[in-house]
């Protein structure tokens, strides 16, 4: 069966630290881009930070610049999120995608989705 699951998700204070996985299923990673987005309440769907294939390149939004880091572990056949220093904005369900997109934000251009993962960030 193919499929990404994420999780990791939670409340936290402003200020603190999540890890979020993407672990694949049926397919390996680490020939495709692998994105992360976010869906807030009210907001369009934005991309937050995308692996290259096999890790070449990593992007990240203007957003998340300097808190996040996005990482990989081809033995566990997944994608890592690092979050420090959460703000309340950033609260969201978090989803992974993969796939070969020609802009690692554009959503539709990923092939593989996971179910989302909620982040709360709130004193």
């Known amino acids: 069966q193919v499929q990404l699951v994420e999780s990791g998700g939670g409340l936290v204070q402003p200020g603190g630290s999540l890890r979020l996985s993407c672990t694949a299923s049926g397919f390996r990673l680490e020939y495709l881009h692998v994105g992360w987005f976010r869906q807030a309440p009210g907001k369009e769907h934005e991309g937050v930070s995308c692996s290259s294939n096999s890790d070449v390149s990593r992007y990240y939004a203007d957003s998340v610049k300097g808190r996040f880091t996005i990482s990989r572990d081809s033995t566990r056949n997944t994608v890592y999120l690092q979050m420090n220093g959460l703000k309340p904005e950033d609260t969201g369900v978090y989803y992974c995608?993969?796939?070969?997109?020609?802009?690692?934000?554009?959503?539709?251009?990923?092939?593989?989705w996971g179910q989302g993962t909620q982040v709360t960030v709130s004193s």
């Open positions: 995608a993969a796939g070969v997109p020609n802009n690692w934000y554009a959503g539709n251009e990923y092939e593989y």
